[in-house]
């Protein structure tokens, strides 16, 4: 059973840049939920994707925005990218008759200089 | 609002001592609290949840909705149970749910 994918695992931009990362959910899995995880902290929930659909979103701005394709795999892109975007950026994915278990990938750690 | 607490940032406790790491957690619904754990090197992962009331790897927490607390304990701690350990609420139910983690408390178990 193939686990979380992310991609890519660091990258570096500057103020005002766009970026995209990417996610390949578990094997079976139709659900994708993305959290940023600042220096520090515990991770912070950005939105759910379920069957190519968002069915919740955290208290972040519009310019995160995301994707999940047929095969549930996923995106999340940050427009107008500011110095505190720089984090740790986590995809999980799940089964929607699920056990409230999130598999998480290795994170995509972003900087904003 | 939903908040969840974990006063603790670092516990540090000598190997066969017995640990606690604390919980708190603050939402007005039916709570469903989960404890996540992250090894060094690896991803954060699943460790237990209140409604399994199982034991793994020694560990057990209890819900007290009384003491709003969700804490994690272990009688007897393992160099291998050296970890970040993150305290999570979980809001919503079937395919539309989130989950809201604490700060997370990093456990050093010494020799």
């Known amino acids: 059973e193939t686990g979380v994918t992310q991609s890519p695992t660091h990258l570096i931009k500057t103020r005002g840049q766009q970026v995209t990362l990417r996610c390949s959910s578990q094997s079976g899995h139709n659900t994708v939920s993305w959290y940023q995880q600042a220096l520090g902290q515990g991770p912070q929930f950005i939105f759910q994707?379920?069957?190519?659909?968002?069915?919740g979103r955290g208290n972040f701005p519009p310019r995160f925005s995301g994707l999940q394709f047929p095969n549930y795999s996923s995106e999340l892109n940050v427009n107008a990218l500011e110095l505190d975007d720089s984090a740790l950026y986590l995809c999980?994915?799940?089964?929607?008759?699920?056990?409230?278990?999130?598999?998480f990938g290795e994170g995509s750690r972003l900087t904003v200089l | 609002a939903q908040r969840v607490t974990q006063p603790e940032k670092l516990l540090s406790v000598f190997k066969g001592a017995p640990v606690e790491l604390k919980c708190n957690y603050s939402?007005?619904?039916?709570?469903?609290l989960f404890w996540y754990v992250q090894y060094s090197r690896q991803r954060l992962q699943l460790l237990l949840r209140h409604i399994s009331r199982e034991s793994i790897k020694g560990f057990t927490a209890d819900l007290n909705k009384g003491e709003t607390s969700f804490h994690l304990k272990k009688p007897f701690a393992q160099e291998e149970d050296s970890a970040m350990y993150y305290c999570a609420l979980r809001i919503g139910g079937g395919s539309n749910y989130k989950l809201t983690f604490g700060k997370g408390t990093l456990l050093t178990v010494n020799p």
């Open positions: 994707y379920y069957r190519e659909e968002e069915n």
């Open positions: 999980a994915s799940s089964r929607d008759s699920n056990t409230g278990e999130l598999f």
């Open positions: 939402y007005s619904g039916s709570p469903e």
